[in-house]
């Protein structure tokens, strides 16, 4: 499963990277602010947004901007952006299939953000469900590993909805249907195993396996894209091994 160790390692990495918690931070707050409007802003009786909280408070977020987010989203405090999700679609070098998923309040600057990385990288975009065929929405939930065995997490997720448990090193992955992160989550901790982090991804149904050289030129498109404020996250269906993950991470 290596290649889809990507969301545990660069993810991960992405947000203790000094260069990028600035950009980690707005997009945290972002969420917070759509979550309080779609749901109300009380975390309580707001499941998304009380995720969404823990998830910035970890990342240490300062609490004011939090507050200040939940606040314009449910309207207690005026100043909210109209926010859309727009999903892109499209294919960088090698013919490596890309969702380039955005949360703006002007669509037409985050097209040509998006359009711009992608011509000056290597990148085409494509027509509206040219890739997003190749992907299924699916829930993953990161556990450290720790002391545990596969079994110990299988045995504690397997009611709540999971669907299959990956070894990735230094963490267990679980994937499952994005409407049962919850009840995983509460599985998990009722067993008390710690939960690091959960999260929505794409997974590709076919993936391309990418070498060292080629693997750079989709992380250098991928930087590009993450540049502008308007993209949140970028799925594609490269497959990494371990070999070229280890290649990267010297870089």
Not at 9 to 24: L, P, S, V, Y
Not at 176 to 201: R, Y
Request: with cysteine.
């Amino acid at each position: 499963m290596a290649g889809h160790s990507k969301w545990a390692t660069t993810k991960h990495k992405k947000a203790a990277n000094d260069a990028k918690r600035g950009k980690e931070f707005a997009k945290m707050v972002k969420n917070i602010e759509v979550a309080a409007r779609t749901g109300g802003g009380d975390p309580a009786a707001n499941p998304t947004l009380d995720d969404m909280i823990k998830k910035a408070k970890k990342a240490s977020v300062p609490n004011d901007n939090i507050e200040r987010a939940r606040k314009r989203g449910s309207g207690e405090e005026a100043g909210g952006a109209d926010w859309e999700n727009i999903m892109y679609e499209g294919y960088g070098p090698n013919g490596v299939a890309m969702l380039i998923e955005c949360l703006t309040d002007n669509r037409n600057r985050a097209a040509t953000e998006v359009r711009t990385a992608m011509s000056r990288n290597g990148g085409n975009l494509g027509e509206s469900g040219s890739v997003a065929y190749m992907f299924t929405r699916t829930g993953v939930v990161l556990v450290k590993k720790g002391e545990l065995e596969v079994d110990d997490v299988l045995m504690a997720v397997l009611e709540a909805g999971a669907e299959d448990v990956h070894d990735l090193g230094e963490f267990f992955e679980v994937t499952c249907q994005p409407t049962d992160i919850s009840a995983v989550k509460e599985a998990l901790e009722a067993a008390e195993i710690e939960v690091e982090d959960s999260d929505q991804d794409f997974r590709a149904s076919v993936e391309v396996a990418l070498g060292v050289d080629d693997a750079k030129k989709i992380m250098r498109l991928i930087d590009a894209l993450e540049e502008s404020d308007d993209v949140q996250n970028v799925y594609t269906n490269m497959d990494l091994s371990e070999d070229v993950l280890a290649a990267l991470d010297e870089d």
